[in-house]
């Protein structure tokens, strides 16, 4: 049996799933690459684990920012290795199927699948993130019927209504998970002068944050160095703090599906209204926001079981279903 593979690359977390053994990678998209050398060091949590506990000439990059991808070489060196932990070489050619935001220009499609042949793919099918996921959660994507869906990534966030194999109505946003994050460090530094690292952001923001701004008292103290000397503190932060910062990436979180729903055609509208909208993602797992989604626009919305996982499960079922599911990639890498 040939080897294919299912590549998920988003601005946080990376994917990968073969055909012969499933979800074989799910780790951090960062690469950890010696400068005085060209190598790739390691990635994922490998290349974590390098941040500031190495020589100055070993370097840790983020290659992609807000769903898209800015730095095609470390992007091309990240899907290399990925490729010779999957078992792929130049010579085994696989076809290849990965996820792209469905607010991504032709140029960004392009560099992705070119940084995917130059490792080593003999075929590249681009498929767009909302679809992929609607696949992944068994919805009848090929029927005349809406299916709504809502992909809440770390550096993008889309929304999408799918009818008869395409995208009918979208919403979209270059804001995400990453941008909860900042807000929050932004605001910890105006009001209590100091930072934090991003582990502990992302857990004040898991732990204190709720998209419907709920407090309940919530306090967590945390470790922080101040501003001014660098000096390590411990600071108290408060649930009102995190859900002041976010307050507004989640607002245009929710326009964004507010948009995706307002233009759709009269009959798939009904289809939501009697079907319900999916959550996606990992942006999707902070506390109510499918409560919040649902109270802003009248329809019933469900969190998915592992929202983080959904994507590259649904590109893992087009691999199996390549010639049928066809006329969903054409046109994407144009």
């Known amino acids: 049996m040939a080897l294919d593979v299912a590549l998920d690359i988003g601005t946080s977390s990376t994917r990968l799933a073969t055909n012969q ?8 998209t960062l690469v950890g690459i010696d400068t005085s050398t060209g190598e790739v060091v390691d990635i994922g949590y490998g290349a974590t684990d390098l941040v500031g506990r190495t020589s100055r000439h070993v370097v840790v990059f983020r290659p992609l920012e807000k769903g898209a991808t800015v730095d095609f070489d470390v992007t091309a060196r990240l899907i290399t290795t990925l490729f010779e932990r999957a078992g792929v070489s130049k010579l085994s050619r696989a076809r290849v199927v990965m996820s792209v935001p469905s607010l991504a220009t032709a140029i960004e499609r392009r560099a992705l699948r070119q940084a995917a042949v130059q490792a080593g793919a003999r075929e590249v099918s681009l498929i767009e993130a909302p679809i992929a996921a609607a696949i992944g959660l068994g919805l009848p994507i090929q029927d005349p019927i809406g299916s709504a869906v809502a992909v809440l990534g770390a550096g993008a966030s889309e929304a999408a209504l799918i009818s008869l194999g395409g995208i009918v109505t979208s919403g979209a946003r270059r804001l995400g998970g990453n941008d909860l994050d900042n807000a929050i460090a932004t605001l910890l530094r105006m009001r209590q002068g100091v930072v934090v ?16 701004g709920s407090t309940n008292g919530g306090v967590e103290k945390v470790p922080a160095r101040t501003v001014e000397r660098g000096e390590p503190v411990e600071v108290e932060v408060s649930a009102e703090l995190v859900n002041q910062a976010m307050s507004e990436v989640v607002a245009q979180t929710v326009r964004l599906i507010q948009e995706c729903l307002a233009d759709a055609p009269p009959d798939l509208s009904q289809d939501v209204s009697a079907r319900g909208l999916t959550l996606v993602g990992g942006h999707a797992l902070v506390n109510d926001f499918a409560e919040l989604i649902a109270a802003s626009t009248g329809v019933q919305v469900v969190l998915a079981p592992h929202p983080d996982v959904v994507v590259i499960q649904g590109l893992l079922a087009c691999l199996e279903e390549m010639s049928a599911l066809h006329a969903l990639f054409r046109g994407l890498d144009d």
């Open 197 to 212: 690292a991003p582990a502990t952001l992302e857990m004040l923001k898991m732990t204190l944050g709720s998209a419907l």
């Open 21 to 28: 053994r499933g979800v074989i990678f799910n780790e951090p």
